[in-house]
């Protein structure tokens, strides 16, 4: 049985890992290198520096989480020629990589572009469930954040970089926060000097190292570039430029004054007017995480925000760690769940509450951890499943969904690639450390297939290894977390309502509840001369509306009475507004999962939603279908339009479900 995953939430490398092959530095002009060339060599752009590929490496692998990287740095979204010119690798072979992803879910393409899709955070969720912090710890960083009134967030080290796990922000005009994910210098943070205040003198040596071959800090795009001249405690203006200090040159004093003191400032090291106090949350005596609170110079300075904020910082840091310590505590409940196996593999789908989705369904065909797919350790988990997590059972059907994509799309079809992406996946809540038999075993994969795909991912730095158990790092979030964290419902959506459209040849909407009203969050029309248009933004009253009875239906009934209680106003000849034979009607809608509306918003106008849920359960939005009422009967849309619809409505919520499985998705 793998040991406690207590170890994943420390930094990857260090006196716990023996690793042959180390996780890899951020990516600077001095290693941009391709992941692969177009003559079928690969090369590592990304593995530890000086380290060979090894002989047992994935190459189409390498080839892939390239990339996924490249896309992540271009924002989520590159031409597909663009591609080819980043990585260096033969447009061919682009095109095949991307047909894989996109088979996977993990991309779509839009024409001559591959945009990243939300599915591809299941890879990041993976990493975040494996590593226990956020589930124990979030909760405390956002009540914090709501008594300082400033933005608070949670960091673990990668290397000589940091990422942040959680933000809990303020909504403010000015907003202060990075990315779930972003790689930034540990010199240029306040976690930063925390987390190196513990380095051995080989993790010094590597920091040097890559402050000398990337001394603009461009292996970073998340920060602005280090040549902005640093202001430091002495006048250096007289020096010759070659000779001045940049941002981060005194890090190894702050490290060693951090050390000293337990906390740590960020005086305006990342931009002008940011500011930034950190405290190191601990367990079994070695640095978990650390909790950063961030502000502007605005409401404080640097040293304001230290004496203002730090004695409210160190009782949460506190808290924290008490938490951290009740979570470890072996219960008879957890120690089952542990040695019933290691491998477990889940039997639900991806979460979607309104039922499933068929394997053959477009956007959704085969993707690893839908129903109808092959599944994996994670679909328990994004299904909201009480299933413990140690529990074994039967391995899913990766390689017949792998040998079904293969004969569908032939040689565009990388199996490698999709088998070496699913062992990511393996990892998760109470499996933060695996065997190479528990991997294989999640995965259904044979354990030579996986055992190549561990080497590669470790030599790829995504995991490390010691005694013959893998774990996870940080860097599983570079692939596409960062810009994927900032997704909104309506962005989530826009896709699956725009096939919708193109099927049926119909208007396709989204809206959520707003008081008494709904708001269109996302729309599309048909390109005919006559179509139902309506404007992103618009209100319409709940009442008289296919989508705001599809969402009412699924909330308490006295929410419903109240909105009737403010004497509706009938909109059209046919609207509804007697308050006994609406509560009917949401009762009609809550039984049939559908809200069928003629002609009560506008004359000649049929429409028909159903709810989108959270992965609570809860209805946080509704889709519909909109048409004139000669196009079809009202029988017709329930036979011919209402099974499609809800086969969008799944989509999305099994995209929703992993977006927002460790963040709030905002819902416009």
Known sequence: MPSSPRSSSSRPSGPRSSSPVTPSSPVTPANRASAGTGNGSAVSGSGAAGAEVPDEAVTPLIRGLAVLRRLTEADGSASLSGLERATGLARSTVDRITATLARMGYLRLDGRDAVLAPRLMELGNAYLAALRLPRVLDAYADALADELDESVSIAVCDRDGIRFIHQATRRRAMSLRFRIGDLLPAERTAPGPLFASEWSEEEWTRWRERRAADPEDRGFP??????????????????????????????????????ETGWALDDQLIEPGLVALSMPVREAGRIACVVNVVSHTSRHDAAELRDALLPRLRTAVAEMERALARDDEPTPERNAELTQSDAPTGTGDAGGASGTVDAGSPGTAGIP?????????????LSGSTEPAGKATAPSGLADWTGASKQELGREFIESLARGLTVITAFGEGRGELTLTAVAQATGLARATARRALITLEHLGYVTTHDRVFRLTPRVLGLGFPPLSRTTLPEIAAPHLTELSQRLHDSVSLAVLTGDEIQYTGHVSTRGIMSVHVTVGTRLPAYATSLGRAILADLPETRATEILAGAPK???????????????????????????????????????????????????????????????????????????????????????????????????
């Not at 430091?232 to 040159?249: E, I, K, M, W």
């Not at 839908?370 to 994670?378: H, M, N, V």
Request: aromatic share 4%.
């Open 222 to 259: 998340a920060v602005p570039a280090r040549s902005r001249p640093y202001e430091g405690r002495s006048d250096t203006s007289a020096l010759p430029a070659s000779q001045r200090p940049t941002l981060g040159d005194d890090f190894e004093q702050r490290a060693a004054e951090a050390g």
């Open 570 to 668: 009938a909109v059209s000849g046919r609207t509804g507004t007697d308050p006994e034979l609406f509560r009917a009607e949401l009762d009609r809608v809550r039984a049939a999962g559908y809200a069928l509306v003629e002609a009560e918003l506008e004359q000649g106008l049929r429409s028909i939603a159903v709810p989108v849920r959270d992965l609570a359960g809860r209805t946080v939005a509704a889709v519909n279908v909109a048409m004139h009422s000669s196009r079809r009967t009202a029988e017709a849309c329930v036979s011919d339009v209402l099974p499609e619809l809800r086969a969008t409505a799944t989509r999305i919520e099994a995209d929703l479900h992993i977006a927002s499985r460790f963040r709030r998705v905002p819902q416009s």
């Open 369 to 381: 951890g839908t129903a109808g797919s092959p599944g994996s350790a994670r679909s328990t988990e």
